[in-house]
Each structure stands twice: as C-alpha cells, then as structure tokens.
C-alpha cells in the first residue's frame, strides 16, 4: 500500500474540534460586532482574475500570490488566482455593482485569503481575515473612521487577553508628509516612513543613524526625533503638535483629522482604549490620512493584532470615480496563534458538545431521542450516543466531547428522572428544565 | 486608462449585500442544526496535496481539479490543489489526528469547494456545501443512519420552500445488489445501477430498452422493474420486500438496515418527511447501504437538494483502519440558486441593517452614538449615517440598507423621546425599548 503524507501543507491551520470550537466562538463574536454597527457582509470568489488581483499590487503581492490552473472545462477563462486580501476584490465588486450599492458602503468580509510565502512558525499560507472598510462617493466624513475604529474595538473585546487588553494606538499620516514637506525632505518620505516604522524593533541610536545615512541634518532630526515621541491623550497630543507650530497645510490638515476622530472616540466612552502615537505610520504607501494599530500592553511582543487606515480611492485602478474608503482588518489566524502560544487559549476546557445523552441499552433509544429534541430545542449542542459496547466506553467518549452525559436507563425512562453529570467535576445532579 | 472586467469569473457565485443576508440566514441556520444535533466543527485548508486530493479519484474529479502553482517562496511544498469536496479532506484529517479524535467520530465541515466544470446556468465552479458525516471505528451502529437523516432534516427546516416542503427518500443499496446478485447478473450491476438512477428522468419504455440492451431476459426485467416500483412507508415497503422472497444474504441484510434506520426515524416523529423508495441508488460507488435524496414535492423538476449514504470505509487509501462512515451534505450554493429562481427568496424585503440612526446634525452625534450603543446592546444591527447632506440624502440611504430609521434632532436629544419610522410602511411610532 502506497504511504501517504496526510499532513496539513505546510503554513495552513489545521484545528482538533476543540480548538475550532474556540475558534468559531471568536470568529462569530468578532461577525456579530460588525454586523452590529450595520456593516454589511458581502463574500467575494475566492478566485478572481489574475489582472485584477495584480493591477496596483508589485513586490512581495506578485511574488506570493497563487496561480491556479485552468481545467480543461476552464480553458477559455481568462488567468487566474486566489485573492490575497480582501481589499482588491472589494474594490472590483464596488465598481462593478455600483449602481446596486448605497454608498458611503459599510461593508465587511469575513474569510481565507492566500499569500504562498516562505514556511515560518506564526506565519500562514491560508488565513482568515476579518475586515470593516466604509467606502464614499466623491467624500466621506471623517466620522467613518471613527466608527471603522470604534467597530473594530467592539470585536476586539471578544479576545481573551489578559490583564488591560488592548490598546489602539491611532495618528495620521499627513502629519508626517507634512513635517517633512515643511523640511523638504518630501524625497525621502518613503524611506522615513519606513524608518519609523521599524523604530520600535531596534535601538534609538539604529533609528537616529538611518535618520544621519539619508543625509539628514541634525535639526531635523531633532525636529523628526521630538514628533515620533508624542504620544498620549488627544488633549495632550494635539497640544503638543501645535506647539511644533507647523504652519504647513497638510500637517494642520492632519491635526484637525486626527483631533475629531480621537474627540469622537472619546465621545463614545473608548478614551482608555485608544492613544493618539506619532509612531504610528504603517507601512504601506496605501494609506492617506487616519492610521492605526492594536497592541496588547501586557504582550508588546506580539505586535500589532489589528490595523488600518484611511486610503484616497479604492478602486482608482478599474474607474475614474474618486472612492475615497476607511478601513481595518484583524488577522484571525495568526492571532489565534499567538493566543494558543501565549496560554490565552485553555485547551483543556473546550468540549464541542454541551450535552451527551447515552441510552443504557437498545431499547432505551426512543426515550434517549426524545430528550436529546427537548434539550436542543433549549438551544443545547446533545450528542447521542449508539456504539459503545458497555457504560464505561460511552462514558469515556463522553468525557472527550462532551461537558456534561446523561444516562437514560429503565428506571429513568419509567420516572421521567435524570440525573446529568458535569464530566470535568465527576458531580451528578438532578436535571431540571 | 486601461478597461479592466470586473465582473466575477463565469460559475462564481457573487450576491448583493440583501441576498447575501438571507444566504447568511440559511447557512448559519444549517449549521446550528448541525450543532444542535452534537456534530463537531472542522475546518480543512482549501489547499491540499494534489496525491491525496487524486488517490481515489478518476474520470470527471480529475478533469475539474484547480492545481495551484506554487510560488517561488514555497516551490519545495508538494503538488498542490484546491478540493473539490468535503469527503476527500475528511479522510486525510482523520487518519492524521486518529489519536486525538474520540470514534465515531460526528463531525461536520461547511465550506466552499471547487470543480473547474464547464460553465452552464445554475453550475457553480465555488460552492459551499454543508456536511455532516459519522466515522466509525471498525463498526458503526445503524443508529448513525437515522442520525445523520434526522439531522439534515432538521437542516432543511430552515429553507423557504412551499406547500409540503420536502420529502426524503431512502434506501439500502444492499437490496438492489442482493437482488442482482440472486439473478447473477452482478457483472452488469454498474450498469443498472446508472439505468435505475436516471429511470425518473427518462420514458419508461427507455429504462425498459436499457436493460433489455444489457440482454438481460425479460423475466428478470421484470423482476428488476417490480423492485424499483416499490415504495411508501416502512410498513408497506418491509412487507412488499419480503413478498418477493428473495434469501440472498446480502438483500436480506438490505431489508434489515432498512428497517432499522426507517423505524429509528420514525419513532422520532419523523415519519411525514420521509418515505422508503427503491428508486434511490446514488450514481456513485462509493455508497454502500443506506442511501437518501431529497426531493421539494412541489417542484420535482429541480431534483435532489440533500442526498448522502453509507460507505464502508472512508480512508481506504490512506491507511489499513477500517472506519465506516455514514454522511450526506447540502449543496447550498446552488441550493440557493434555485431557490431565487423559483421566486422563493423575496429580495425586497431584504435588508442588511435593522436600523439606522441619522443625526439631523453634527451636534447630534454623540447623542445618536449613544442611542446606537442602546440599541446594539439590544441585539439590533444599527448603522450611523454621517455622510449626507440633507434629510432627504440620509432618508433615501437609509430605505436602501434599513428596515427602520430614527432621525436624531435636537428636540429628541432634548425630550429622550425618539420616534422610529418602519421604512416598508411609511407608519412612525415613539421607540420604547
């Protein structure tokens, strides 16, 4: 008999019933908050053109993204790939459904995305992404990313992180593209960018000798060096940012932006779950205005668990309509991850079946499937159980799915009596509707 | 500019967000049946390796396979592809976690997969189907039949069809394979197979040629076309069986399983939903005892829309374990297709968003975030209007992705009294919570 690998591939999640069922708790818990805040859930096909996917993308997208092969049934499709975010395929399926759509467009996706990158543990190949993105017409307010953020919060608090949670640590980047218009130093704006950015990974003096290697003078670095490090309240930050006295339009642009989302933040009671931090910039060229990034203050290790921003037009590869959109993701795999390998996730505790009902013998079954229908109709996940030989193997499989058995036996078919057992704690008490 | 397409690829199924809700409400209602019912949640990637995806398959799973190319980051990995159904990766997840699984293992799998077939109406190349499956190890008591049966069943509640809703119909392959057996016709058993399985779609003057074509004599042609008439309710059906006297083990095993499964079910009042019905073979050989479809009475001419059965063992290929299993599965996405074209999904009515809160002005907004908050804590879906410039802009978005609407002013932050407006009758009335 020929020997098979029957691993998962290498960099795809693969979960034991417990673990998923732990999984789906937050997965639903992060949907239901988004579908709370009236974000509308759309999904896209997790293939799509290859032109489509690739129109803005280069670098690491080109070199990571899967190409499927056209079947023979196939061959007059055009090429082919699956989706690595979830941002270009809603871009393609605003502009094609537009007339459909009212817009601003509060929409959420949910689901796998694909990006074929070197093997590396917490890394994955297939990965879930949970997005929020308001996408405009011409405008949008900035109070759209307030909500994008306050949304993003409310899922957020199904996590099960220790200690003070989670922190959302929020700026804008046109205050940085201003301070640096206002140097001249606009040339060197990706790679400053990119030097704040990574600040945090490495020493002051790897950040300030970047700075120097660029040719930067040393005022400006200062000049640089005292923006990165404001950081705090929205009282005290945009205080402090006035005080750079920065006449430039686009930083007093990005002051005013950034002081009404914090303002209307606050104004939802959020104030000790978010910071306004100039080191905040994301990496991607992508984003235009609001930027931000979730930490957990007790694990500043892990990085960020979930971030976004403001981008100036969606879609500005397939039309010519402005689309200007505000959004935010929380990478699911890869968090869940980091939850197992931080102890956040109690394994031992997740059963997949509240309840299991194991009839005695044969003839017990009809009494043990009209229980099994009461207890599901009061919302209970029940098992039920035909195949073990004696009570001991019906119980020992009980104790692997379930959190609690009930043993339907003559005397509790003739009394209408049962007694449910909790498995972890060996306690049996009388079951009462 | 360059004119991209952006419509989905042919055979992809992409909703507007108001259909995509009720597709929601189907697929979250199948799958909480499923939980209900104690099966376990899996998830298997959507990429796996082509060897395994291919060990048992042939003919059309071959042709329709997605390969995927592999990228330059992971060109050590193995052939890989996408899955074409839900069975295939099951095997592979059970031989590889046997240990940390408890047997029969009940588990079910609700995702999309892919078949790269020719484009035709109602045909999708991504589609979800909803599964539930029983594994056995070694042996598996016929009670998982009936498990499996009342399960989907209490699945299909969940659907919009009319009149009499559906109707399951089932049998045991062992009775048509005794049957032939007892004729030693068992050589041309692949081919009467396939004739019973499309007799219904074709005159019966067909089915008769067919077999007649085979050279099997008329007397067996009508001892063949005696059996495939028998039908109806357990009762009928076991007595009409056994009039036809026929000692064979393997029809007398038949009769039994059959009679098993069709009491179990009964005597969990399930007996107006099913219906015995030796016209039900399945196409595949992969079955070997029970077998189901079911059927919308109303509109026969859509055909099957949950069929399954018992196969004596699921990872043949993989390893020398016997496990039996029992399944069947919803092809929900062209479930859901048929389901809009025959009118049955009323896409007026469909919202995304319970209701949506409009500030008159921007000094309403902190007053209509926090009614919002209210409202969510309340479980509704509530969205927050920020964009338009006047009442009639934020009317006209709110009709379009709102059941209700309440207009936050400044007299209703002032009295705390807010009226709702039902947005499908026009009709307002105050909001009490």
């Known amino acids: 008999m020929k020997k098979f690998n029957t691993s998962p591939i290498s960099g795809m999640q693969e979960l034991l019933p417990g673990l998923q069922t732990e999984f789906d708790r937050l997965k639903?818990?992060?949907?239901?908050?988004?579908?709370?805040?009236?974000?509308?859930?759309?999904?896209?096909?997790?293939?799509?053109?290859?032109?489509?996917?690739?129109?803005?993308?280069?670098?690491?997208?080109?070199?990571?993204?899967?190409?499927?092969?056209?079947?023979?049934?196939?061959?007059?499709?055009?090429?082919?790939?699956?989706?690595?975010?979830?941002?270009?395929?809603?871009?393609?399926?605003?502009?094609?459904?537009?007339?459909d759509l009212a817009f601003p467009f509060k929409v959420t996706q949910v689901g796998r995305n694909f990006r074929g990158e070197r093997a590396q543990k917490g890394r994955f190949r297939e990965f879930y992404q949970c997005d929020v993105d308001v996408i405009g017409w011409g405008k949008l307010p900035f109070g759209y990313d307030a909500d994008?953020?306050?949304?993003?919060?409310?899922?957020?608090?199904?996590?099960?992180?220790?200690?003070?949670?989670?922190?959302?640590?929020?700026?804008?980047?046109?205050?940085?593209?201003?301070?640096?218009?206002?140097m001249n130093l606009e040339q060197h704006a990706t790679d400053i960018f990119s030097i704040i950015d990574h600040a945090e990974k490495v020493p002051t003096e790897a950040t300030q000798k970047a700075f120097t290697d660029l040719g930067i003078g040393s005022e400006n670095v200062?000049?640089?060096?005292?923006?990165?490090?404001?950081?705090?309240?929205?009282?005290?930050?945009?205080?402090?940012?006035?005080?750079?006295?920065?006449?430039?339009?686009?930083?007093?642009?990005?002051v005013n932006e950034l002081a009404i989302v914090l303002e209307l933040l606050e104004g939802q009671g959020l104030g000790n779950v978010i910071t306004?931090?100039?080191?905040?910039?994301?990496?991607?060229?992508?984003?235009?205005?609001?930027?931000?990034?979730?930490?957990?203050?007790?694990?500043?290790?892990?990085?960020?668990?979930?971030?976004?921003?403001?981008?100036?037009?969606?879609?500005?590869?397939?039309?010519?309509?402005?689309?200007?959109?505000v959004g935010g993701s929380i990478g699911l795999t890869r968090l869940f991850y980091l939850l197992q390998n931080y102890g956040m996730v109690h394994t031992s505790e997740l059963k997949p079946v509240d309840i299991c009902v194991i009839p005695f013998g044969e003839s017990e079954i009809p009494a043990a499937n009209?229980?099994?229908?009461?207890?599901?109709?009061?919302?209970?996940?029940?098992?039920?159980?035909?195949?073990?030989?004696?009570l001991g193997d019906k119980m020992k499989y009980a104790g692997r799915v379930a959190n609690y058995a009930i043993v339907v036996g003559e005397n509790e078919v003739r009394s209408g009596k049962y007694m449910i057992k909790d498995l972890t704690t060996g306690e049996s008490e009388e079951l009462v509707f």
Chains 1, 2 share one sequence.
Do not use: W
């Open 370 to 390: 009209k229980l099994a229908e009461k207890l599901r109709a009061a919302g209970k996940s029940v098992d039920l159980e035909y195949a073990g030989k004696g």
């Open 148 to 182: 994008v953020i306050s949304t993003l919060i409310d899922a957020l608090k199904i996590l099960p992180l220790p200690g003070d949670g989670f922190l959302v640590r929020i700026s804008n980047r046109k205050l940085l593209s201003g301070l640096l218009a206002s």
């Open 28 to 99: 639903a818990g992060i949907e239901e908050a988004f579908h709370r805040h009236g974000y509308q859930h759309i999904e896209t096909p997790t293939i799509d053109r290859t032109e489509i996917l690739l129109a803005k993308a280069g670098g690491d997208t080109e070199k990571q993204i899967y190409k499927v092969v056209k079947t023979a049934e196939t061959a007059d499709d055009a090429d082919q790939a699956l989706r690595f975010d979830h941002t270009v395929p809603l871009a393609r399926y605003t502009v094609e459904h537009t007339n």
């Open 276 to 325: 306004a931090d100039m080191l905040i910039v994301r990496g991607l060229d992508y984003y235009t205005g609001t930027v931000f990034e979730t930490i957990v203050p007790d694990h500043r290790e892990i990085g960020s668990i979930c971030g976004g921003g403001r981008y100036e037009n969606l879609a500005g590869n397939y039309n010519t309509q402005a689309m200007p959109g």
């Open 222 to 254: 200062v000049k640089i060096t005292t923006f990165m490090e404001i950081r705090g309240s929205r009282k005290d930050v945009v205080g402090k940012l006035l005080a750079l006295e920065n006449s430039n339009e686009t930083f007093v642009a990005g």
